[in-house]
């Protein structure tokens, strides 16, 4: 069985939370549901998942995957994966490599990589993250470093 964890990024502070608790209302939306956890440089963090209002999201929740990259990095929703061509990302030998970032797809009931800048050679399908495991590289994430979406790395 896997090991349930999320990490946050705060939209306000724009920083990623390392949750160690979430205390909340049955209804996920309620304005008194709390993150705990530690940020990037160490300080506590204790606050409403929604703000005052109970409108606009405070964070964006991010669940561990249960599964870890080439180096042994834990994968979690948000997180930008690289795959290379011998990890069998492409087909055309011109591109080196390219990144995905990963998503829960409710559908399917399952984490994939999404390729939405729409440079994958897939043929405009996702790919399940458990065929690439072990292959790819976790090289960012969506919130930090949103242009490495951007572009193919050439070799």
């Known amino acids: 069985m896997r090991e349930i964890k999320f990490r946050a990024w705060d939209i306000t502070?724009?920083?990623?939370?390392?949750v160690f608790r979430t205390d909340s209302h049955p209804d996920l939306s309620a304005p008194h549901s709390i993150i705990a956890g530690i940020a990037e440089d160490g300080h506590i963090v204790s606050r409403p998942l929604l703000n005052l209002e109970g409108q606009d999201p405070e964070f964006i929740l991010m669940q561990y995957t249960g599964l870890k990259d080439k180096g042994d990095v834990e994968v979690c929703e948000g997180d930008i994966i690289k795959l290379t061509e011998e990890d069998g990302a492409t087909q055309k030998s011109e591109v080196a490599s390219e990144n995905f970032f990963v998503e829960f797809v409710v559908d399917e009931v399952s984490f994939q990589l999404?390729?939405?800048?729409?440079?994958s050679n897939l043929g405009g399908h996702d790919l399940p993250l458990l065929l690439v495991m072990g292959k790819g590289e976790v090289v960012g994430n969506i919130h930090q470093h949103k242009n490495l979406l951007d572009t193919k790395t050439e070799m």
């Open 114 to 119: 999404d390729h939405t800048s729409g440079l």
């Open 13 to 18: 502070k724009k920083e990623m939370v390392s």
